[in-house]
């Protein structure tokens, strides 16, 4: 550890799992080869209907046991497994667009967004549904007289004006803004999120089992007096090994930051990583839109889709990596004009 730079490894997380975390994890794991090796015959010939529907039975069969295992575990809340069956079905349809390589830029950011509208309701709206308040709206409409609508919504801000949005990695950007204009659109008082942006990484040049996570402090932005007995939300669209948002929260309590709750938003989740995240975190919750079963050996979300960053923001060249505010700027107009408020509030914590 320096100065700048702390450090965690894998080895570390894996000190959190419970013996039972290892059994579930490891049987996961053999339920997958049979994925795997229809996978494998598909390569050859994607129309192999045994290897289909081999696949299709397996994947059933491991979403039935990830359903059974995370169930068990209070906080690790699963849209596909908590939802009626009647939402299900857009659900899938996000993920499967987001999965597909044929998926460009500007859809994958639409898709991006209507996945975390679905996980924002499950956060937060779901769990307010009994308790709602008057939402007085002026219309365009003026003649006879100037009309204004009322419409019944949610009330959550005794969960939302608390909050702090805190940005892990570059890929966690736009989605953090995403989930702070939620909040800003249900709160009463049109709450602008404070953010904490954390740069931190995972060294590429390893594997799962001896990963390490950097957090970096002279490309962070950040105050840890903002951070006391706040809720902390992150959102991130992947979550594999934990790794990141461990680092961090061991940090910050290491410096004697104390938060209300932490709540972890994605789209997709690994089983690994969502165990990780609750066993070293007494107040975490992970929320994801879909669990997916396992890590290849480079820390890859299987089947997963991809390097979510790259797809959402392009790909860095390693020689010049971008910062927070290039990468908003490449976002576009559309983009920062939609969340003009939380690109203000990004500006005044790096700038300040």
């Excluded at 967004?113 to 308040?133: G, I, N, P, S």
């Excluded at 903002?226 to 939300?233: H, M, N, Q, S, V």
């Excluded at 790794?243 to 690994?270: C, E, M, W």
């Excluded at 927070?324 to 004009?337: C, E």
Aim: proline residues 3%.
């Amino acid at each position: 550890m320096s100065d700048n730079q702390i450090t965690l490894h894998a080895a570390d997380l894996d000190g959190y799992l419970t013996a039972e975390d290892i059994k579930n994890i490891e049987n996961i794991e053999s339920m997958y080869s049979v994925s795997l090796e229809a996978c494998r015959k598909l390569e050859i010939n994607e129309s192999d209907d045994g290897a289909l529907s081999a696949l299709a039975e397996s994947s059933k069969k491991i979403g039935k046991e990830l359903e059974r295992i995370t169930k068990e575990n209070k906080r690790i809340h699963v849209y596909s497994f908590e939802t009626p069956d009647e939402m299900h079905a857009e659900c899938s349809r996000i993920i499967a667009k987001l999965r597909n390589p044929g998926t460009m830029h500007e859809e994958f950011l639409y898709y991006t967004q209507r996945a975390y509208e679905l996980m924002f309701t499950h956060t937060f709206l779901d769990r307010c549904l009994m308790k709602k308040r008057n939402l007085v709206e002026k219309t365009p409409v003026n003649i006879p007289v100037q009309n204004y609508a009322v419409h019944r919504i949610p009330d959550i801000d005794s969960m939302i004006e608390n909050s702090v949005m805190c940005v892990m990695l570059r890929g966690a950007l736009l989605p953090s803004m995403i989930i702070s204009k939620e909040i800003e659109d249900y709160s009463s008082s049109n709450y602008i999120t404070p953010f904490a942006l954390f740069k931190i990484k995972r060294d590429e040049s390893r594997s799962e089992k001896n990963m390490d996570y950097l957090l970096d402090f002279d490309k962070s932005f950040f105050s840890l007096e903002d951070l006391d007995g706040k809720d902390l939300i992150f959102a991130d669209p992947m979550n594999a090994t934990g790794g990141s948002l461990v680092t961090i929260v061991r940090y910050l309590k290491d410096k004697g930051i104390r938060p209300k709750s932490i709540k972890f938003i994605n789209i997709i989740a690994a089983l690994k990583g969502s165990l990780r995240i609750t066993r070293a975190i007494e107040e975490a919750e992970v929320y994801t839109l879909w669990m997916d079963p396992v890590l290849n050996e480079k820390a890859y979300i299987l089947p997963g889709l991809g390097d979510a960053g790259d797809r959402l923001n392009g790909v860095d060249s390693s020689e010049y990596p971008r910062n927070m505010m290039q990468l908003m700027a490449d976002y576009g107009s559309s983009i920062v004009n939609l969340y003009r408020n939380q690109v203000r509030e990004i500006e005044k914590t790096v700038f300040s």
